[in-house]
């Protein structure tokens, strides 16, 4: 099985070294993309310096991941934000759940990067609500067959939401695997505008997607929900 791991980045240069960094430790074989939506940082230079192939597309994490999924080679592909940082059993992890054919893709359980009780509990709560539910964030380095994501047609590629309309579609493909082991991904959002406002602000974005308010609309208001 080859892996192609596609990390969509924009203006990430502090961040996307230690991303890439963990996925060439996690997964020394794969095809790694970084598809950058027009940084204006040093982002690009320095996904290049760690060895991962570069694209351009255009600015919108739905657009740089089918961007990035054209031009993969390989029959399983994840997508990881470029700020988070995957674990060293990643690709191993990965292939132990698609042996089983029933299994479409999958997701990792969840950590930020803070070690306070409130933060560890946030994590715990997404990847629980996660695996009930059997969905995913973009956040927890969702997977899937290649086959299975073209017959999806990839990404929508709407304003926001993309993950979340990912991963509802995916569920109706066949078994979501939700792994126990766990991606660290940033909580910068979180430190920037409060913990209890962001989650209450996410939560209240994706209920509104579900319900059927446009995504165009969505962003138009929360603006800085990622």
């Known amino acids: 099985m080859s892996l192609s791991v596609i990390v969509p980045m924009l203006n ?17 074989g794969a ?3 970084a598809v950058d939506g ?3 940082d040093r982002s690009v230079k320095v996904a290049a ?11 919108g994490r739905a657009r740089q991941m089918n961007a990035g999924a054209a031009a993969a080679q390989g029959d399983t592909l994840v997508f990881v934000h470029a700020d988070t940082v995957v674990p060293a059993t990643f690709a191993s992890d990965i292939v132990s759940a698609l042996a ?50 073209l017959n ?17 579609r995916l569920k109706r493909r066949g078994r979501v695997a939700c792994l126990r082991s766990r991606v660290i991904t940033s909580a910068r959002r979180w430190r920037r505008d409060g913990l209890l406002c962001t989650v209450l602000k996410m939560w209240l974005v994706k209920s509104l997607f579900l319900a059927g308010v446009s995504p165009t609309r969505l962003r138009r208001y929360y603006s800085d929900i990622r």
């Not at 310096?49 to 600015?59: D, S």
């Not at 029933?102 to 359980?109: A, I, L, N, S």
């Not at 306070?116 to 956040?139: H, K, N, Q, V």
């Open 12 to 28: 990430e240069e502090r961040a996307i070294g230690a991303t890439l960094d963990a996925i060439r430790g996690g997964a020394p």
């Open 31 to 33: 095809e790694v993309i």
């Open 38 to 40: 027009g940084s204006i």
């Open 49 to 59: 310096t760690r060895g991962a192939r570069t694209l351009t597309a255009g600015r």
């Open 100 to 149: 089983d054919p029933t299994v479409v893709g999958g997701r990792f359980d969840l950590e930020l990067d803070e070690s306070s009780f409130a933060w560890r509990l946030l994590g715990e709560l997404i990847s629980l609500r996660s695996r009930l539910m059997r969905s995913a964030t973009g956040d927890q380095a969702i997977f899937v067959r290649r086959g299975i994501f």
């Open 152 to 168: 999806m047609g990839g990404f929508a590629e709407i304003d926001l939401c993309e993950d979340v309309d990912f991963a509802r």
